[in-house]
């Protein structure tokens, strides 16, 4: 029996329930009434008393330790939310630009707390060149990082990071100097990266940079192959994982040659390695799992995968009990149950399908083995990790076993490489450059092979529908018949088969629900802004895509795929403000739009910069996409059959808001109308110009504000339903006015700050 692994099974398995199951008041008196069960479990006789006190005491263990750490570390932070006071820190890594100033990861001590913790500090241009170690004072303001736009997330607390601290006044530094010996990991990857942006090209260094460091700063800002490479599941090639580990060690391993020496090498260079990619669960529950097995041998014990791998777990969650919550964390723990559950069945299965006389060939033999432990490995770690992703991104990857099957080769070549290569432009320049030349050549198949087959119609299912997470579903109940009959043996020809046509009835039951619609009009959940998409039967437009990020486009065209819609025959840009356009590069990367319809500049108004830099920004990429661009400078109206858009120029006003375009969508006997953030002036001015009939559906102007969605409006247009494109904001939207005229007037709201996705559909 694996003791220690069923202790750490069970203390981890405590600490997952306490952060989605039992609320944090009850954790004490759930850890007695496990000590109860553990000392209960001495009446019973030989491995059922032994393990039944391991797991009671393994869960009584982590309800207590969950408790402590709340209590001691967390709490005394907890009660600063909101203040502004002095504070003094220690930084921790170099600091990141953004947008208005830096970031910087920095350590910070309560006079309450025993241990100083990890906070995000935000700091303007002005503040002095920070390195790892240097001492800072200033005053801040200090917030939870638990929470972002008003909703609670695991994003830092996940990663320890439980406070963020926002500059208010002039920042004290006192420089360290030298780097201290702790932070040296954190200069050794300062340098690699350096490196790596001087010896690689400008098409392959932001690949390099997240690939051997983890920084993906340059390569996010290719919209196109993120997208990608998500769409095809191979994101992870570039996320600094337990795969990347991996290949360190078979490095090393190779090279030394020698087992013994080879594991005496690889410790210190893991731990080196975790610390210069920051610590990442990922990593440090690989570097975990391999120095526990290359210590094994060391020490004459035989290395047992299971017991390292819960032991990585609990040393994860017991340095920080939050990072259960961490996306990363829950992929590589499950991605790495998969692989020893499942993997070597499977290669098994596979070994023993062609002939033992081609396996003896040493050329089909040795093509064989690589597809076979290729495809195994890929099976068995996505049998965990599917139904994560789908929960946590909502789409899974169809295409990812075959993505998988043509890079990770490549990946391992191109990680041991550019290693490789770094060092050698440490010694000598030239000769890293050199090197870094052939290693660009496996960059570019990589990013080829993903751009190539995110191209394919159903590279990836998105889970938004319910008929395809129902087919999900059915999938792993099957895979569990499969499992239980495993024996047995049962033929896989008909399950497979019914995987393939149940799938294919979910895609079409997902499309025929819009389909079967006269017009179907959904605000997408995007936060603070606004994405509307409208589709009849043959018809698909888009207005606006913007809110709380980029993220805004992968919401968009998630979406879309959910209702089997590839293409947007118009995607209409009321106007260049982020909360309406800052999806827009994202959504025309991951979707073929047919016709972009944007508001005229006019050279005689003064617009804010940001406001011409998405305008350009937009417009020079859908050239670059071969998209028809309309210029909509007067009132014109786009017509298929039925089917008719009409684009209301701008009107007048002195904002950029009244500048924007007004979008009427009829279908039949049925309107849309999409203000945008025009305002009351802009609406009342609007009735007088157009002859607007009465509508169905009015997305309410601005999210909501009171400046807009005037009684005049409503009386004009009589709509049926509002839809209101609204989530945390500190403007007040929706307001109350608007909520009163709305139900004054009985017209049904719908909000995706409370629905999520606002979706209504006219028969």
């Given amino acids: 029996m694996r003791k220690l692994a069923t202790f750490a099974f069970s203390f981890s398995a405590a600490i997952f329930l306490t952060k989605y199951v039992i609320p944090s008041e009850w954790l004490l008196i759930t850890a007695a009434l496990f000590i109860a069960i553990a000392l209960l479990g001495l009446l019973l006789k030989g491995d059922t008393r032994l393990r039944t006190m391991l797991i009671a005491f393994g869960l009584a263990a982590g309800f207590a330790w969950n408790w402590a750490y709340y209590t001691i570390v967390y709490k005394p932070f ?314 946590h991104f909502k789409y899974v990857s169809l295409i990812a076993p075959l993505a998988n099957l043509l890079t990770l080769w490549s990946v391992s070549y191109a990680f041991c490489g550019g290693l490789i290569s770094a060092l050698l432009g440490f010694i000598f320049t030239p000769a890293g450059k050199m090197l870094a030349w052939l290693v660009s050549w496996l960059v570019r198949y990589i990013t080829r092979i993903a751009l190539c087959l995110a191209g394919f119609r159903f590279a990836s299912l998105s889970m938004l529908g319910i008929f395809t997470r129902l087919w999900l579903v059915f999938v792993y109940l099957l895979l569990g018949w499969l499992f239980i009959n495993r024996k047995r043996r049962p033929r896989l020809v008909i399950p497979l088969c019914s995987v393939v046509i149940t799938l294919c009835l979910a895609l079409v039951l997902s499309g025929l629900i819009t389909d079967l619609t006269a017009m179907t009009v959904t605000a997408v959940d995007v936060g603070q802004g606004q994405s509307i998409v409208i589709t009849t039967k043959k018809h698909t437009f888009v207005v606006d895509c913007g809110g709380s990020g980029e993220k805004t486009g992968n919401l968009t065209a998630e979406y879309l795929r959910s209702i089997n819609r590839r293409a947007v025959d118009v995607l209409v840009i009321t106007h260049f403000h982020s909360d309406h356009v800052s999806g827009i590069k994202r959504l025309m990367e991951q979707t073929e739009v047919k016709l972009l319809a944007i508001p005229y500049i006019d050279n005689r108004f003064k617009y804010d910069e940001e406001y011409l830099d998405y305008c350009m920004e937009i417009t020079e990429l859908a050239e670059k996409r071969g998209i028809d661009i309309l210029y909509v400078t007067q009132n014109m109206q786009l017509t298929s059959g039925e089917i008719s858009l009409s684009l209301y120029a701008p009107i007048g006003g002195n904002t950029e808001n009244e500048k924007g375009v007004v979008v009427m969508c009829s279908a039949g006997d049925n309107d849309v109308l999409v203000t945008g953030d025009i305002s009351s002036t802009l609406e009342r001015r609007l009735l007088r110009l157009a002859d607007l009939p009465d509508i169905e559906v009015l997305i309410a102007g601005h999210h909501g504000s009171k400046y807009s969605t005037s009684e005049e409006l409503l009386d004009a247009v009589k709509p049926e339903i509002a839809l209101i494109s609204v989530g945390y904001n500190t403007y007040g939207h929706p307001a109350d006015e608007v909520l009163e005229r709305l139900l004054n007037r009985q017209i049904t709201v719908l909000r995706t700050d409370i629905l999520g996705n606002a979706v209504v559909r006219l028969k």
């Fill in 78 to 391: 907890e009660l600063l939310d909101g203040q502004i006071s002095v504070i003094r820190a220690e930084v921790l890594d170099y600091p990141q630009e953004t947008a208005r100033g830096i970031s910087a990861y920095v350590k910070i001590k309560h006079e309450n707390s025993p241990l100083a913790i990890k906070t995000l500090l935000y700091a303007d241009n002005e503040t002095p060149a920070l390195s790892p170690g240097d001492v800072v004072e200033l005053k801040a303001r200090l917030a939870l990082s638990s929470l972002s736009y008003g909703e609670k997330t695991d994003y830092y607390t996940s990663k320890g990071v439980f406070l963020i601290a926002y500059q208010k006044g002039e920042v004290s530094l006192r420089q360290a100097g030298k780097p201290p010996l702790k932070y040296f990991p954190q200069y050794l990857s300062k340098m690699l990266k350096e490196k790596i942006s001087e010896i690689y090209q400008g098409d392959t260094a932001p690949f390099m940079l997240a690939l051997l460091s983890g920084d993906r700063g340059l390569l996010n800002q290719d919209d196109r192959l993120t997208s990608s490479m998500s769409t095809v599941g191979i994101s992870h090639v570039v996320a600094v994982s337990g795969m990347h580990v991996s290949f360190l060690v078979g490095l090393i391993m190779t090279l030394t040659r020698r087992r013994r020496l080879g594991a005496l090498v690889c410790i210190p260079v893991i731990l080196l390695f975790m610390g210069m990619v920051g610590n990442t669960p990922s990593v440090v529950r690989a570097g975990i799992m391999q120095i526990s097995m290359l210590t094994a041998p060391l020490l004459k014990r035989e290395s047992d995968t299971v017991t390292a791998l819960g032991l990585a777990l609990m040393l994860l969650l017991t340095i920080n009990p939050y990072s259960a919550g961490n996306v990363g964390l829950q992929l590589s723990f499950a991605a790495m149950g998969g692989i020893v559950l499942f993997t070597g069945r499977i290669n098994a299965f596979l070994m023993g399908k062609p002939d033992k006389k081609l396996l003896k060939s040493p050329l089909f033999g040795a093509v064989w083995r690589f597809v076979a432990a290729s495809i195994s490995s890929t099976l068995g770690a996505l049998v965990f990790t599917t139904p994560l992703i789908a929960i």
